[in-house]
């Protein structure tokens, strides 16, 4: 079988190895972070170390290029925003060689984009928090006259920031930090958005699985987040699969709008003050929950594969409710040292455990990512 090229190897790579290998596939990995573990797994043929693409795009760009005679005609999967970014831009170069599992970027920028994101789903009707992308100072000083406080500094481009400050956010609790923080972006050369906070807990966050093509939605999924690590603001490190009708129209819009084919996770936060789910972001990617979808019945890498390789397209399919995604090492370890911050009885914590549940990179049948994940926070965990 012909083998899929694997972008990046961390938990969101991990998934799209471990729901292809699970169907036969061998998969060749390109990594650029050593702290990732996907690409020990089982169920990888060949791996490389590549350079960054954040950092070094056109060193990364050259890697797959150099390696493309060996691999040509197998379909690529990038699993973190900055590969996205660095081959939906160099499509042009890429196409004559491999399958692409991603979007154009004329397309990708607008989900990479937040600001472009949220321009677009006010013009198309679709409810998302109070935004907005100050051009000055003042602009700034008068946005937080007109929400409270606390709000939110996000990037624009979340992998871009990241790579600088090494957060993927900031929750200002005043006009003058938020101000501060502001400056600190511009400094570097990247742009912020200042939005309102959508009060609730992690649980009002929601999954809408999407695989689109010509405009429609072919196959869907949608999942409720439990826990987040850390708390509020984190990624999920408890997700679980339910049926939630009330954003699937708005989570179909906002792709429509965009002009998105393949697979996206669109998320939505329910705004307890008026019960509308409202939009956070669009992954064009395969997200970090992915082995969820594939342990409810809905293989999404493995549908894009068959999609890519044989063009077969996808069809409409059930998935089971009521099964848990969990990321045991972010939800342990987060809960040890945030534990005054959590609000959950014993009962509520360990239940996704006990119920019918799915790890991120714990598999007994596939140790080594695993082994090596736990062996790296403990080296972190000692450095620190």
Not at 47 to 52: A, K, N, S, T
Not at 345 to 369: E, M, N, T
Request: charge should be positive; hydrophobic fraction near 40%.
């Amino acid at each position: 079988m012909q083998p899929a090229i694997v972008l990046s190897s961390h938990t969101m790579g991990l998934g799209v190895i471990r729901a292809l290998g699970q169907m036969g596939v061998p998969t060749v990995v390109f990594y650029h972070e050593k702290r990732d573990m996907g690409y020990t797994s089982r169920y990888v043929q060949e791996r490389y170390l590549v350079p960054h693409p954040a950092y070094d795009q056109d060193g990364f760009i050259a890697a797959l290029l150099d390696h493309a005679p060996r691999f040509a005609g197998c379909p690529m999967f990038p699993t973190s925003d900055a590969a996205l970014s660095a081959v939906s831009r160099h499509m042009d170069a890429l196409k004559p060689h491999y399958k692409l599992g991603f979007t154009e970027w004329a397309i990708t920028e607008l989900f990479l984009d937040k600001k472009r994101t949220y321009a677009l789903a006010d013009a198309n009707g679709v409810p998302a928090p109070k935004t907005i992308v100050p051009q000055s100072v003042a602009e700034a000083e008068q946005f937080a006259q007109q929400i409270e406080f606390p709000c939110l500094v996000k990037p624009c481009q979340s992998h871009l920031y990241y790579a600088v400050f090494k957060r993927k956010m900031v929750q200002a609790e005043t006009a003058q930090q938020m101000v501060q923080v502001y400056l600190e972006a511009t400094q570097a050369g990247l742009e912020v958005m200042l939005q309102e906070i959508i009060p609730g807990g992690d649980d009002c966050g929601v999954n809408y699985n999407a695989y689109f093509w010509d405009g429609e939605p072919l196959v869907e999924f949608t999942a409720q987040k439990i826990r987040n690590a850390p708390p509020t603001f984190g990624s999920p490190c408890v997700v679980l699969s339910k049926v939630i009708p009330e954003v699937l129209e708005p989570g179909r819009r906002i792709l429509q709008a965009m002009g998105f084919y393949g697979y996206a996770c669109t998320e939505f936060k329910r705004d307890p003050r008026d019960g509308v789910h409202k939009l956070m972001e669009v992954n064009g990617r395969h997200n970090l929950s992915t082995l969820l979808a594939v342990k409810c019945g809905i293989n999404f890498p493995w549908l894009h594969y068959q999609h890519l390789v044989e063009g077969k397209l996808p069809q409409a399919c059930e998935f089971r409710a009521g099964v848990y995604w969990i990321d045991l090492l972010r939800d342990v370890g987060y809960s040890v040292k945030s534990f005054r911050q959590e609000r959950f009885g014993w009962s509520q914590y360990v239940r996704p455990y006990i119920k019918p549940h799915v790890f991120a990179i714990l598999d007994w049948k596939d140790p080594k990512p695993f082994l090596k994940r736990s062996v790296d926070l403990v080296r972190a965990a000692l450095k620190r």
